[in-house]
């Protein structure tokens, strides 16, 4: 089995991209970006991730030092970050769902009593 150098860079430079918009995904999720979740697993699983997403997909086989391929990293990490931006978000108006949900069954009186606690 010979595989050349030139082939293995070309998947390395497609692998890349999905990589990083996981990556990105991962930092800004609201269940991975906490730090009881060790780094090494968080990495561990995005390369998981990206190895089960790569196939699914035509990634680009870019060259990450160009400046095309710069501006492509910049935008796979912001489509990453807003991803999990958005998930956030999500999490946060369930949050607050709950807690609008909970005062109005009478859910809060300890926090009224002494919102420090509650």
């Given at each position: 089995m010979d595989i050349a150098v030139t082939e293995l860079m070309a998947r390395f430079y497609a692998l890349i991209w999905p990589m990083l918009r996981i990556s990105a995904l991962l930092?800004?999720?609201?269940?991975?970006?906490?730090?009881?979740?060790?780094?090494?697993?968080?990495?561990?699983?995005?390369?998981?991730?990206?190895?089960?997403?790569?196939?699914?997909?035509?990634?680009?086989?870019?060259?990450?030092l160009s400046a095309q391929g710069l501006l492509e990293i910049l935008n796979q990490i912001m489509i990453g970050l807003l991803m999990g931006l958005m998930l956030q978000v999500v999490t946060a108006a369930i949050v607050v769902a709950g807690q609008s949900i909970a005062n109005a069954i009478g859910l809060s009186m300890a926090t009224m009593i002494d919102p420090n606690m509650g």
């Open positions: 930092v800004a999720a609201p269940i991975f970006s906490l730090r009881a979740l060790n780094l090494r697993i968080r990495i561990v699983l995005a390369m998981a991730i990206t190895w089960l997403v790569f196939p699914m997909h035509e990634w680009p086989s870019i060259d990450p």
